[in-house]
């Protein structure tokens, strides 16, 4: 289908959209220093580029739905009520955090807020929600389950298998792709042959749409729509976010493969920059709210730097806890 053109949102809605926005920004630069200083050990994936597809998408959803984030949807876990602080715990290895220190990665789920871990096999996790979107529908709950992939992960065997189940059983699911135009090195070219992504759909016999993946207030109308639907029975759609990986794909990667020219493009289009501009022209954010705005959520991230830098590892007895269920 054609992409859409963009649609505002109410002002309540539209600065919470911003102010998680923003705070995914800050923590993951914050994060960046910690790479660099060597506080983080191992990998370090940023979302640099897909604000607006982790926020936008997930504030779409409502209490007692669920989400199968990406390795790049730090937004994502804040939309559903994880805090820096719990975010930080995980990715410093510590004890306290979401995985209890076995993974410093954004491997974190959590029944409470409604979050599938992702487990790093690609194409895992949004099959595993649309298992429950099933369950949703057997147990008649009005809940809607939603399933993330990057561009790369759409060439698996479990993003067609995932789609079609949900199609033919009519599951209230949305599967959101971030498209951010690489995967790894690999461009879209190297990765398939169709002109969108969401044309795919079409095979499936579900509604697809392709838009840009950096107005945040088109993402989230755009999957309010979706959402909508499939809570009221009528089954899921395919939905591509195009958006540009900023980064490297893991901060160890200079991404030399990347061309400057496109570089310098996307980053002049930056989710964040584009939303604040958009917001401060409606009057609905002035340079001084914006500036205690940053103040606020940085210091928020100070305080979970704090906290999690002393927090303990987990001990060595406690190796095989969690392994097997009780
Ligand atoms: C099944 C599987 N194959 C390969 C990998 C290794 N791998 C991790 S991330 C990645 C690139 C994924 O690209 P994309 O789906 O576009 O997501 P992006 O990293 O761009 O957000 C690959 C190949 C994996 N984790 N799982
Ligand atoms: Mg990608």
Redesign the pocket.
């Known amino acids: 289908m054609a992409a859409k053109t963009t649609v505002g949102v109410p002002k309540e809605t539209a600065l919470a959209l911003y102010e998680k926005m923003l705070l995914t920004r800050l923590f993951e630069q914050r994060l960046d220093l910690m790479y660099k200083g060597g506080d983080i050990l191992g990998g370090l994936l940023l979302g640099t580029g897909n604000e607006a597809v982790s926020v936008g998408a997930t504030s779409a959803l409502g209490k007692g739905d669920i989400i199968a984030p ?3 949807g730090i937004g994502a876990h804040f939309v559903r009520g994880e805090t820096p602080k719990g975010m930080l715990l995980q990715i410093l290895g510590r004890a306290e955090g979401g995985t209890r220190g076995r993974d410093n990665t954004q491997h974190q789920g959590s029944m409470k807020l409604g979050i599938i871990g992702m487990i ?4 895992a996790t949004p099959t595993t929600a649309a298992g429950c979107a099933l369950a949703f529908k057997i147990r008649k709950q009005p809940n809607v389950a939603m399933g993330f ?5 759409t060439s ?1 065997g479990d993003f067609h298998e995932t789609l079609n189940m949900a199609s033919v059983m009519n599951l209230p699911y949305v599967m959101i792709i ?1 498209n ?1 135009q ?3 090195s690999t461009p879209p070219q190297k990765q398939y042959k169709c002109a969108k992504l969401s044309d795919r759909s079409m095979s499936y016999g579900m509604p697809g749409f392709t838009i840009d993946g950096t107005d945040v207030e088109l993402v989230y109308t755009t999957v309010k729509h979706a959402v909508d639907r499939a809570r009221k029975g009528d089954g899921p759609t395919l939905i591509e976010t195009v958006t540009m ?1 900023l980064r490297g ?1 893991s901060a160890a990667d200079g991404a030399p493969y990347v061309p400057k020219s496109m570089l310098e493009e996307w980053n002049a289009k930056h989710p964040v920059d584009i939303h604040m501009k958009k917001l401060t022209e409606r009057g609905w954010l002035s340079d001084e709210q914006n500036k205690e705005l940053v103040e606020r959520l940085n210091s928020e991230i100070e305080e979970a730097v704090k906290y999690a830098k002393q927090a303990p590892y987990p001990e060595g007895h406690s190796l095989l806890d969690g392994v097997y269920a009780d």
């Not at 790093?120 to 194409?123: D, I, K, P």
């Not at 992939?149 to 992960?153: K, L, N, Q, V």
Request: charged share 20%; no cysteine; hydrophobic share 25%.
């Open positions: 990406t390795h790049r790093s096999h690609l194409g992939t990057g561009d790369g992960a698996l971030e951010n690489w995967a790894y990986r794909h």
